[in-house]
């Protein structure tokens, strides 16, 4: 089976004049359908975890995907218990599973508490891909600078490890104060050297390498940034395909 992550920073629904995120969301859809091994609707699993399992958030992907008949959706809520009887049966029939954004620190916390940390990874062994924005980007990863614990970012390293690099979500130019921090906790061995993505922008790998990056926003890029071993960092563009 091939392991696939596709990790993207932004938010659903588009700013005006801008198609948001929606090109990403399909290219997601595009993915788990190709995953399949018969025909028949991509099987979505969307974890609001993140954000508390709030109900506006279900909301919106409902709103979005529940009415496809290229689509079954099905959410899993974790408050007050697990919405599912079977987590490991439900998860490993999905051709998706796509975690919304948010507290990537209670993300962690509340999936180890109930042994998602484990399962998700038995479904990327098993093909399943893995997705999601933000908090939900952060997570495959070692880890990346967050706001969960205040409004100052700091380093967070607990992440579940499936990607072995850093990633950094929200990178865009007129971020200034992300952007340096992220670069500086690299620079400063406080995480690993990794990908940072500008919003709209979308990282695909296959395995641990990175095997394409995408972009539903033109002009918009990703960054590889690493240690420069005295202090510093060097970092490059990655140009992505434009959807």
Same mark, same amino acid.
């Given at each position: 089976?091939?392991?696939?992550?596709?990790?993207?920073?932004?938010?659903?629904?588009?700013?005006?004049?801008?198609?948001?995120?929606?090109?990403?969301?399909?290219?997601?859809?595009?993915?788990?359908?190709?995953?399949?091994?018969?025909?028949?609707?991509?099987?979505?699993?969307?974890?609001?975890?993140?954000?508390?399992?709030?109900?506006?958030?279900?909301?919106?992907?409902?709103?979005?995907?529940?009415?496809?008949?290229?689509?079954?959706?099905?959410?899993?809520?974790?408050?007050?218990?697990?919405?599912?009887?079977?987590?490991?049966?439900?998860?490993?029939?999905?051709?998706?599973?796509?975690?919304?954004?948010?507290?990537?620190?209670?993300?962690?916390?509340?999936?180890?508490?109930?042994?998602?940390?484990?399962?998700?990874?038995?479904? +990327?062994?098993?093909?399943?891909?893995?997705?999601?924005?933000?908090?939900?980007?952060?997570?495959?990863?070692?880890?990346?600078?967050?706001?969960?614990?205040?409004?100052?970012?700091?380093?967070?390293?607990?992440?579940?490890?499936?990607?072995?690099?850093?990633?950094?979500?929200?990178?865009?130019?007129?971020?200034?104060?992300?952007?340096?921090?992220?670069?500086?906790?690299?620079?400063?061995?406080?995480?690993?050297?990794?990908?940072?993505?500008?919003?709209?922008?979308?990282?695909?790998?296959?395995?641990?390498?990175?095997?394409?990056?995408?972009?539903?926003?033109?002009?918009?890029?990703? +960054?590889?940034?690493?240690?420069?071993?005295?202090?510093?960092?060097?970092?490059?563009?990655?140009?992505?395909?434009?959807?």
């Amino acid at each position: 089976m091939r392991r696939q992550v596709f990790a993207f920073s932004g938010v659903l629904e588009p700013r005006p004049g801008e198609r948001g995120n929606r090109p990403l969301l399909e290219h997601v859809l595009a993915l788990g359908a190709a995953r399949r091994q018969e025909p028949g609707p991509v099987r979505l699993c969307y974890l609001p975890t993140a954000v508390g399992d709030d109900p506006a958030a279900v909301s919106a992907y409902q709103r979005v995907l529940g009415g496809r008949d290229d689509v079954v959706l099905s959410v899993l809520q974790l408050f007050p218990r697990p919405s599912l009887p079977d987590l490991r049966t439900h998860l490993l029939t999905q051709d998706v599973v796509l975690v919304e954004g948010g507290s990537v620190v209670n993300l962690l916390a509340v999936w180890r508490a109930h042994g998602l940390a484990e399962l998700l990874r038995e479904c +990327w062994e098993a093909g399943v891909v893995l997705a999601g924005p933000s908090a939900g980007s952060l997570c495959w990863h070692v880890g990346g600078p967050t706001d969960a614990w205040s409004e100052r970012l700091a380093p967070f390293t607990e992440g579940l490890g499936l990607i072995p690099h850093s990633n950094a979500v929200h990178d865009d130019l007129t971020d200034l104060p992300r952007r340096a921090s992220y670069r500086r906790m690299v620079a400063a061995g406080e995480l690993p050297g990794g990908y940072a993505t500008e919003d709209g922008v979308g990282l695909y790998y296959l395995g641990t390498a990175l095997a394409e990056t995408v972009t539903a926003r033109p002009g918009a890029r990703a +960054w590889r940034v690493d240690p420069d071993g005295e202090g510093g960092f060097f970092e490059r563009p990655v140009v992505p395909r434009q959807l």
